[in-house]
């Protein structure tokens, strides 16, 4: 973690130290990875005397509303729902933390306001990619699970923790161990070394992660299961190339009366299956198609994100979007271009 050393910690802390007006930022339709490291942030920030407020583009999932514990849910601003006002909280901050996200557009509607703002700019992301040129301080590791590790190894430096991961706080340390559990797909992904290290020091401390467990993974719909059993059974395709795919349309959705989030981990399901290299689903959206793509090593879900779904993230985790009318006409043809640009990009050698 080359960039965590004494040097970045002491500008890191004296940044936050200067400080008078902080925002917390992360990328667009929140997961677990975002929520959990903006929401430790604001605890550290809090503790520390600071009065953050976390600004998102999009509502944050169900499954997470353990996070937004009383006092924070009235420092969190959502563009969707208070457009002026959270384009403000960040166009007036004099820092603007950014969580788990590469580049500005990442965050959507928040592109325009994290342009303009004078604000200075700290970055903690491990995605790929990297736009440090727009960051007074860049934290950016790819050899992480999550935003929520590299943020506790951060923080675990500072003086304010001095190692002793018990000085977090209970509602920080409950957000990081989310953020790492949710991006790791409870230790099934993306593990290393440094993140059974962060788990060791944060059960030490007290997180209670048989809570987290069961607010993550016990609490969701019946129609969600079965939406599940729909999407596996009837929606399910797999193609000479050893791609899968699923095609979420909008009536399915209302059909199963799916939330946001509902459909999180089902793009991994199609990889235990032994000759599926790369899962893909579509997820039909207002105006556009959301892409998840997941892929087994060897076939990189990073570069198919990039070359065909205007999209990217992590080697084996990618998203992005088909919009209409510029990439397809419409839902119809989602299954067409994903079996035409998988089966070039699985077989043009350029691309592998
Ligand atoms: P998910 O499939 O869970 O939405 O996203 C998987 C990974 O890909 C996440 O790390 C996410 O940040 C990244 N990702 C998702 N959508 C996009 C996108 O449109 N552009 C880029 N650059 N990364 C994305
Ligand atoms: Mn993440």
Do not use: W
């Not at 200067?18 to 930022?25: D, M, N, S, T, W």
Request: glycine residues 6%; contains cysteine; proline residues 3%.
């Amino acid at each position: 973690m080359k960039d965590i050393n004494s040097g970045n910690i002491c500008i890191f802390e004296s940044m936050i130290d200067k400080a008078e007006h902080i925002c917390i930022v992360t990328h667009m339709k929140p997961d677990g990875d975002a929520i959990g490291s903006a929401t430790a942030m604001y605890h550290f920030l809090s503790n520390s005397g600071k009065s953050p407020r976390i600004i998102l583009n999009d509502p944050y999932p169900s499954y997470l509303s353990f996070l937004i514990t009383p006092g924070l849910s009235e420092d969190i601003y959502i563009f969707e729902d208070q457009p002026e006002a959270a384009s403000k909280e960040i166009i007036d901050s004099d820092l603007i933390i950014c969580l788990d996200f590469n580049a500005f557009h990442r965050t959507d509607r928040l592109e325009r306001p994290l342009e303009e703002s004078e604000g200075r700019k700290i970055l903690i992301d491990h995605h790929l990619n990297p736009a440090r040129e727009l960051f007074d301080l860049s934290f950016s590791e790819t050899e992480i699970s999550s935003a929520s590790e590299l943020l506790y190894h951060i923080l675990r430096n500072t003086s304010a923790i001095g190692n002793d991961a018990t000085r977090l706080g209970e509602k920080c340390a409950q957000s990081l161990m989310t953020g790492m559990t949710t991006d790791t797909n409870n230790f099934a992904n993306s593990v290393f070394p440094s993140t059974l290290h962060m788990a060791s020091d944060l059960l030490a401390a007290g997180t209670d992660r048989d809570f987290i467990l069961n607010r993550l993974y016990n609490q969701y719909s019946e129609n969600r299961l079965r939406l599940m059993g729909h999407m596996m059974k009837d929606l399910l395709k797999i193609t000479g190339d050893g791609v899968a795919y699923i095609v979420l349309d909008r009536y399915t959705q209302e059909e199963y009366k799916t939330a946001e989030g509902d459909t999180e981990g089902f793009v991994n399901m199609p990889l235990s299956i032994a000759d599926v290299r790369m899962s893909i689903l579509a997820k039909e959206d207002n105006d556009r198609i959301r892409i998840s793509i997941r892929s087994k090593k060897g076939t990189s879900a990073n570069r198919c994100a990039r070359a065909y779904f205007n999209g990217g993230g992590h080697e084996n985790a990618a998203g992005g979007r088909l919009t209409i009318p510029e990439d397809i006409r419409g839902i119809n043809e989602v299954g067409e271009y994903i079996e035409r640009t998988t089966h070039t990009f699985l077989n043009d050698e350029t691309h592998i």
